[in-house]
Structure formats: structure tokens, C-alpha cells
């Protein structure tokens, strides 16, 4: 089905490494589900920017937001272009040259132009839904936000108008030169979270809900 | 000393939640040399793009390497500006309301022009340095680079015209509303590295180096 696949166009074709690539909705939207965050460019004046934020999904629709008075969010609500960034490293890749010495990872890129949210409903349903992909059963649990909160907080909306997808997942590449006298490899990288610690003015509550479910980040 | 602190200018000055701000040197290396993994955004017809690759440093200047032929290495080759983001995530922070929930994580954005490194004493020394970052002592066991090869790879230099860290690494901050019925508290978050898996064709020598030492990634 062709609404299953980007579409590839000059701005989102992979030049280099193209056997790496991917255009189907399917893989670049579990990369973008597997991880909170991204890195979002933008440009100013002809100058490049870039930003670490916290990303998630609903269907075709990357969200992050900030404050509302950030300058990322206010330039990016007057109708400027990002290109948003996910990627994971799953494992250096030690081949027998530096040439062929590489990285296993999952990466996406999307292209749009986002838009502020000024819908309260959609606001609100989309914070749940993010604190359900961060901790499941959280958001209830939460005090309320305030008018004054919620003003304070400028979510951002972006239609993915067209996004790549590349992936590593292999041993190294230069099998031929397998007689070469060093160790050939892959080392596994991984994100753990360790034991959670309590705040300092004590728990009121245990806690009582998952956290990173939708990332299957093991505990340590 | 002056030396020891980026300049603020309008760029890279830290707007939003300036309290996290720090543009000193050493805190700005320090991050860098942290992870090798970073992000480059750059301008093409005054559209943003963004690509992960990896990097190291060597006192002011930053580097990353990738193929000669790619659209990248070719653009910043070509004087135009980049803006690299390494960021790393330390914890989630569970607070009390949705507002005051947050990140733990240590931050740099780098501002410069890349150029194209094209002295092959550079080159090595550059190369060498990078290994020496991933795996101590594994650069003399490698096959020797061949003259295709070193031609095939681009190695971008950049000097860091200005720079931004930013860091948070705290308990939640809404002590005050420590009676709310959640739990609160902060979520480490690690990257580690799992257990070697050897090359399918049998490895032919023992890993006898360190791997990852310079970031001090555990292995579980």
C-alpha cells in the first residue's frame, strides 16, 4: 500500500549507505516510538540550530513541547521547517580496519512544519498520552495542571511530511579479511534505568506504575 | 581566565531555564567527551537537516568523519556553518504534577564551519584518536588504511566558535507540594554495554583492549 511509505523525494533520500535505508511508515514509527528523545534543527537567519527535547507520536504526528516562551517554540510556531532527529545506538561494530569499523543503530529523520496546539483538548490528550508512553497509569495520579501552567506550556505539533529511516543490525562487513590477528566483533549497547530514588522530601506514595514500558528499558 | 569560557552571544546564550546554563570549557568538554554519538544540523536552501554520526574532540576542535562522496561531508566542506548537539540523558524526574516533571541530563551545543581536513599527518593522528576514545590500544592491531580508503573518507574539522552546556541533575523541584499522594523521585537512566559477541566468522585473536573505557560504560 503506497500510504504504508514516504515518499522519497531529494530531501529525504539516503545517498550514502542506501542499503541501510528504510521509507516505510512501520519501521521509521517504531524508531520514533523507541525512544523519548530527539533533536530538533531548525534555521535562523540562514544559521543552523539544533535542540535536545522530548518527543512522542500520535498516528502521522510528532509532538515536544516547552515553554512558551522558549525561543525554539515561539520560532517554530510562526510556520519555520524543522528536521527532527531519533536515533539509538545498539552496539559498536569492531571490524578488522578502521574503515569498516561502524555502528549498529536505528535512526529516523522527519521533515514538516510544526504548529502550536491551541486546542485544550488536544493539549490535554496529548500529555496523557505522552506520560502513558513514559510511566503508564501516572497521569491520573498527578495534581492537576493550572490555567497558568498550562499557559506556560507551548506544545508543538508536526505533521511528518516526509521521514527516513536507517538501520545497522549486523556483524562487520569485511568477513574477507577475517584472518587478519584481531578480535572482530560486536559490543551491545544498551539504555538500562537503575533503581529509582526516592525524592528527598519522602515518598508519599509507593510507586505504584511502570515506567519506560513502551521502551522496554530493563532495570538494573 | 577569559581563556576558559565561551563568549555569550545572542547564539548560543542559554534563554530558558538559565539556571542550567553553563558556557565554561571544561564543563563543555566534558560532555563532549562523554559519548560519541552526536547530532549535526546544517542549512541547505534555507531548509534545515539534521544527521547522527559520531565525534570526538581535540582541544577546540570537534570532529566526525564519514564517506568523502556524501552529501554531508561535501556540504560542510563548502564553508557552510554546523550546529552539533551530543546530549545525555541521566534519569527521568517523576514530580508531583505534569508541569514540574523533567530530565536529568548533561547537554552541549557547538557552534561552527567545518573544514575538510586534507593533511594526512592530521588525518592519522586524527583517526588514531578517535579509536583511542572507543578502544584503547586496538588502532596498531588494525589492518593499515589503504590509499582507497583514505580517500573514500571525508574527516571534518571544526573549530568551536561558541558553545552552550546545559545540565540538570537534581530531585524533582516541587518539594513544596510534597503532600500530594505520588510518588516522586528521579529514575537513572545508564547507557552499558552487554557482552561481546564475536564476528560469525570466529574472531581470531582475543579483544585484548578495553572498549568504551574513555566513557566510562559499564559492561552487565
Known amino acids: 500500500m503506497t500510504n504504508d511509505v ?24 517504531g524508531i520514533l516510538d523507541s525512544h523519548f528523545l530527539c ?29 512558551s516562551k522558549s525561543f525554539m517554540i515561539k520560532h517554530l ?24 569499523t561502524s555502528v549498529n543503530y536505528r ?7 510544526p504548529e502550536l496546539v491551541t486546542d485544550d483538548a488536544v493539549f490535554d490528550q496529548q500529555m496523557e498520552r505522552f506520560f502513558e508512553m513514559l510511566a503508564p497509569g501516572r497521569w491520573p ?4 495542571m493550572t490555567a497558568t501552567e498550562r499557559k506556560a506550556t507551548g506544545l508543538l505539533e508536526m505533521e511528518i ?4 529511516a536507517k538501520v ?14 584481531v578480535w572482530a566483533g560486536v559490543v551491545p ?6 533503581a529509582k530514588v526516592d525524592a528527598p522530601e519522602g515518598a508519599q506514595a509507593p510507586l505504584n506504575h511502570d515506567v519506560f514500558t513502551a521502551y522496554n528499558w530493563k532495570t538494573i
Not at 52 to 62: A, C, E, I, M, V
Not at 161 to 164: E, G, K, L, N, V
Not at 168 to 181: K, L, S, T, Y
Open 6 to 29: 514516504f515518499g522519497v523525494t531529494l530531501r529525504n533520500k539516503v545517498k550514502r549507505g542506501n542499503k541501510r535505508a528504510a521509507y516505510d511508515k512501520e519501521t521509521v514509527y
Open 39 to 67: 533533536h530538533v534543527a531548525f534555521e535562523v537567519d540562514g544559521a543552523p540550530h539544533i535542540i535536545p527535547t522530548s518527543h512522542w507520536r500520535d498516528g502521522n504526528k510528532l509532538y515536544w513541547h516547552g515553554s
Open 77 to 100: 510556531s510562526a510556520g519555520n521547517a524543522a528536521a527532527v532527529s531519533v536515533t539509538l545506538l545498539d552496539g559498536l561494530v569492531l571490524a578488522r580496519s578502521a574503515f569498516n
Open 107 to 113: 535512526s529516523v529523520i522527519c521533515y514538516g512544519t
Open 141 to 144: 495520579q498527578l495534581r492537576t
Open 161 to 164: 511530511d516526509t521521514a527516513a
Open 168 to 181: 545497522r543490525a549486523a556483524p562487520p562487513g569485511d568477513g574477507d579479511e577475517a584472518d587478519h590477528p
Open 189 to 194: 549497547l544498551e539504555t538500562v534505568s537503575r
